[in-house]
């Protein structure tokens, strides 16, 4: 599988049209690019602009247009698995993610990402701006906001801890017996980090305890960590833990959100079905 990079400033000597211009400078065929372009691999920064994906086939270059165009055929084949929206307030919607996709794309594309879906979800489009994230690996409700006003308000919700984030995890081990419920409090990257927890029920035939999470603070794969830290990591987790790999992937969901709407001052709530998997 071809995977390559062309970052390169447009010259007045250069191809005008953008498929002809990374035709020129890829090696890669007309037809292979369009595809990129159309799952977000191409970004274009114009003098005093910021980097947007270019995704329209026809546009064409300027002298001075900084191209960034990240190739990877493995992930440009990757079929995503589908988000299904919960709940649409107009300002924000709420989704269910499924694992295995991600929250927001990368240089490399986002035609396996959250927003992107949303984006083409509606009719007509809306803009779509991340508020909080979800791992990769993990499922369930992420909160997109459709209008730069809109996630200011919801970020700052998030910031000064007023959305409760309820978690379901399955963990390996008997975390029952051990402790049925308590506070993760181990700093992570020298920051203060918090996870609450309490055990839901202990599977003897597994040997593994589910577990439902409350975090916080929100730092990096903060869940995973602090059960990985206790002896008790995530089932399923590809990048911490020992004895807890398996099949089925990342046994971690996103499974309520609680919060009042910044708009309308009702109480929201939220609940995954993807939670009663584990």
């Not at 990240?70 to 589908?82: C, N, S």
């Not at 927001?104 to 809306?126: I, K, M, N, S």
């Not at 903060?222 to 046994?251: A, C, E, S, W």
Request: proline share 4%; aromatic share 8%.
């Amino acid at each position: 599988m071809q995977r390559l990079t062309v970052i390169k400033t447009v010259a007045s000597g250069d191809p005008k049209g953008v498929v002809e211009f990374l035709a020129e400078a890829s090696g890669l065929s007309r037809m292979r690019i369009k595809d990129a372009m159309k799952k977000g691999a191409l970004r274009r920064t114009r003098k005093g602009g910021k980097a947007t994906r270019l995704r329209k086939a026809t546009a064409s270059l300027h002298p001075g247009d900084r191209i960034e165009f990240y190739y990877d055929e493995a992930l440009l084949a990757t079929i995503p698995p589908q988000a299904a929206l919960v709940h649409d307030e107009g300002h924000y919607s709420v989704w269910n993610k499924p694992a295995g996709l991600l929250t927001q794309g990368t240089r490399y594309g986002d035609h396996c990402a959250l927003l992107r879906q949303a984006e083409q979800y509606f009719v007509p489009r809306r803009e779509v701006y991340p508020v909080h994230r979800l791992d990769r690996e993990a499922s369930g409700l992420v909160l997109i906001a459709h209008s730069s006003r809109a996630a200011t308000k919801l970020s700052e919700l998030f910031r000064q801890g007023q959305v409760d984030k309820i978690y379901r995890a399955e963990v390996r081990g008997n975390l029952m017996e051990t402790k049925p419920e308590g506070i993760i409090d181990t700093p992570l990257e020298g920051k203060e980090a918090r996870t609450e927890y309490r055990v839901l029920r202990y599977r003897e035939d597994t040997d593994t305890t589910i577990v439902e999470v409350r975090i916080g603070t929100g730092r990096f794969h903060q869940i995973r960590r602090h059960f990985d830290g206790i002896g008790f990591p995530v089932m399923g987790d590809p990048r911490y833990g020992k004895g807890n790999k398996n099949t089925d992937g990342l046994k971690l969901s996103a499974t309520e959100l609680r919060f009042t709407c910044p708009f309308n001052n009702r109480a929201m709530e939220f609940s995954s079905q993807i939670a009663h998997k584990l």
